[in-house]
Structure formats: structure tokens, C-alpha cells
């Protein structure tokens, strides 16, 4: 099993200021993903983490918007720049060991991120 | 694409009555997994059941169990003896067998106990 910390476990914000949430796994891991998930609402998936290269964006999401950094096999940030209160979500930190199918998918506990 | 439905955004259970949690999914794909997930109060997001679709037999898991229909796609979650801890969203998912592929998750149950 694994896992997952997230930092900050919620935070305020003003608009059009930018936070960045880290995750940190107990295990390497080969797949680190970060999802969304609006009040009431189910998780969408924003992007994939990468180690060593881009994330890889789902449609609707940009970079610019949601910017994520994988340093190594157990850690990534993602961004949330230029907030607005459309932002106000939790996002969580999930990750997986790449190999099997079958392999669980872990997740962490979420940042509740309110945009005022 | 692959979707994942869950039509009952709610539901209610007498404690230590029996819930079913209803879920139907759309694929062309053969070869996949389906999950149960609940996530209580607390966000933490927990796997509560898997199935994969090349298996007849029905996963089971303590007080939890599913009814997996492969040809009419319908992949329910059993909640026997209903506990006041199992208060939850409950979230059904789908993810291809390709290794590499994302999961797809419906809307969500809430689940409410009475005792």
C-alpha cells in the first residue's frame, strides 16, 4: 500500500493569487495524478505527473492554468495560478505503481482550497 | 469514451438493514476493472471493492459485495448489515486493463444511516 500526504490540508485565498499543494508518497511510485474535485461533485482528473518530463493535461485543463512538477518518484506539486472562486475545490494527490493492471490506486486526503 | 452512471445521487439505510448502490457503465472495451470507492467525511478516498471483468465470480468483502453484470454492464455495490461508519459518498469507477490508463469515476452516492 501507500501513503500520501498533502500539503496544506486546506487554505483561503484571494483572487488572482496562486498556491501551490505538494504531495509526498511513502513508496516509490511510477504514476502520480492530480484530481479535482468541486463541491458536491465527483473527482476529475487534471493531469497525469510525469517524472523527468511535462504533465500530461486532460481536456480542459492547461498548463498555464495548473502548473505540476514531479522532481522525483515520490514527490509533486501542482499549482493553482491566477485563482479565482471557480477554483474553490478539493484537489487531491493519487498515485500508483505503474506494471499491473491491477495495481491499487491510493489517494491522499485532499487540500480544500476556498477562493474568495 | 467511457462513462460511468450512477443514477441514485442519494440514499438512506435503517442501521444494520441491507443498501444496494446502483451503477451502470459503457465501454467496448473486453478486458477492465471496477472499483467501489467511499469517501467519507474526512475526503479520504478508500478502495472498498474491486472486480475485474475477465472474473465471473462476484467480488466479495466482508458486509460488502457486487453484482457484476458484464453483458449489461452493470456493476452494483451490497452493503449488508449497514454500520453508521459506512455514512459515506460512495463513487463506482471504471479503468481499462491498458495499464497506463486513467480511471473514470461517476457522480457519486451519499449514503446516509439512520440509526
Known amino acids: 500500500s501507500a501513503v500520501i500526504s498533502q500539503k496544506p490540508s486546506r487554505d483561503i485565498c484571494q483572487r488572482g493569487t496562486s498556491l501551490t499543494i505538494q504531495c509526498q508518497v511513502d513508496?516509490?511510485?511510477?504514476?502520480m495524478f492530480w484530481y479535482r474535485q468541486q463541491p458536491g461533485q465527483s473527482l476529475t482528473l487534471i493531469a497525469t505527473a510525469n517524472q523527468g518530463s511535462e504533465a500530461t493535461y486532460e481536456s480542459g485543463f492547461v498548463i498555464d492554468k495548473f502548473p505540476i512538477s514531479r522532481p522525483n518518484l515520490t514527490f509533486s506539486t501542482l499549482t493553482v495560478s491566477n485563482m479565482s472562486p471557480e477554483d474553490s475545490s478539493i484537489y487531491l494527490c493519487s498515485s500508483r505503481r505503474k506494471g499491473l493492471a491491477s495495481n491499487e490506486q491510493f489517494f491522499g486526503p485532499g487540500t480544500r482550497l476556498t477562493v474568495l | 469514451a467511457q462513462t460511468v452512471t450512477q443514477s441514485q445521487p442519494e440514499m438512506s439505510v435503517q442501521e444494520a438493514e441491507t443498501v444496494t448502490l446502483s451503477c451502470t457503465y459503457d465501454t467496448s472495451e473486453s478486458d477492465y476493472y471496477l472499483f467501489w470507492y467511499k469517501q467519507p467525511p474526512s475526503r479520504q478516498m478508500i478502495l472498498v471493492i474491486r472486480?475485474?471483468?475477465?472474473?465471473?465470480q462476484n467480488a466479495t468483502e466482508n458486509r460488502f459485495s457486487v453484482n457484476f453484470q458484464k453483458a449489461a454492464k452493470s456493476f452494483s455495490l451490497k452493503i449488508s448489515d449497514s454500520q453508521l461508519g459506512d455514512a459515506a459518498m460512495y463513487f463506482c469507477a471504471y479503468r481499462s486493463a491498458n495499464r497506463d490508463d486513467k480511471i473514470i469515476f461517476g457522480k457519486g452516492t451519499r449514503l446516509h444511516i439512520l440509526p
Open positions: 472486480q475485474e471483468a475477465y472474473k465471473q
Open positions: 513508496s516509490q511510485v511510477t504514476m
